[in-house]
């Protein structure tokens, strides 16, 4: 192995370590000698690769919000129409959140309360997710997809609240099990109401219903004599 692929594999270890030690003692509590025996390293190595906690608190996002960005821009110009793009981010946010709750509870326990973290290049990766959902409500509003006085800004925070709820209430209560299984009822509750109605319409008749309609009226006409008073004349 190559001196820099030891180096990128030391630092993923020692990221991960630190998202453990984080998880089970609290950031606060945590220290980076905690964190350098958790990982296999010597304290003074490992401030080769960070010179403060803060910053080793910062990388983790990073590195899990890497390959979801990668997968999210591979996949984004093959889905066609804002509510299919929608879906898929609403889905990948659940995805990423329920099968690495360690960091879903980094995420929301320490960084969303941590102003600091907004400052950083890290934030910047968050905010590429985020601002990509807000990009394609406001692409469903232009093409008429959505109603025209959609507030874009307060659908996404209407979505990322929810996915942020959902995910708290696993962390705290174990519930819901399984987060991605949301992914249509958030989309279509949120979204439906904001849906432009179509325009167009059709009129589907069902030739045996009108059959015995048309049945059913004679018979009352019938009865009341009106038919067979016709008749006589």
């Known amino acids: 192995m190559a001196r820099n692929d030891i180096k990128i594999a030391r630092k993923d270890n020692i990221i991960d370590s630190a998202l453990q030690v984080f998880a089970e003692k609290g950031y606060a509590d945590a220290t980076m000698t905690d964190i350098a025996k958790k990982a296999g390293v010597s304290t003074p190595a490992l401030y080769e690769y960070f010179k403060t906690k803060e910053d080793l608190l910062f990388a983790i996002p990073?590195?899990?919000?890497?390959e979801p960005i990668r997968i999210m821009e591979y996949v984004a110009p093959y889905l066609r129409g804002a509510e299919a793009k929608i879906r898929s981010i609403v889905q990948g946010y659940l995805t990423i959140y329920d099968s690495n709750p360690l960091y879903a509870s980094l995420v929301m326990l320490e960084l969303k309360t941590n102003r600091k973290f907004l400052k950083t290049k890290t934030y910047g990766?968050?905010?590429?997710?985020?601002?990509?959902?807000?990009?394609?409500?406001?692409?469903?509003?232009?093409?008429?997809?959505?109603k025209e006085n959609t507030d874009a800004f307060l659908?996404?925070?209407?979505?990322?609240?929810?996915?942020?709820?959902?995910?708290?209430?696993?962390?705290?209560?174990?519930?819901?099990?399984?987060?991605?299984?949301?992914?249509?009822?958030?989309?279509?509750?949120?979204?439906?109401?904001?849906?432009?109605?179509?325009?167009?319409?059709s009129i589907n008749l069902n030739v045996n219903d009108l059959i015995t309609q048309k049945i059913e009226t004679a018979d009352n006409l019938e009865n009341k004599g009106i038919i067979e008073s016709k008749r006589k004349k």
């Open 62 to 66: 990073e590195k899990f919000m890497e």
């Open 155 to 201: 659908i996404r925070s209407m979505i990322l609240g929810t996915i942020e709820h959902l995910c708290i209430r696993k962390l705290l209560l174990g519930e819901p099990k399984n987060l991605p299984q949301y992914t249509d009822a958030i989309v279509d509750t949120i979204i439906n109401s904001i849906k432009k109605e179509s325009k167009n319409f």
């Open 125 to 146: 990766m968050v905010r590429k997710v985020s601002g990509a959902l807000l990009e394609v409500i406001k692409e469903g509003i232009k093409d008429g997809t959505f």
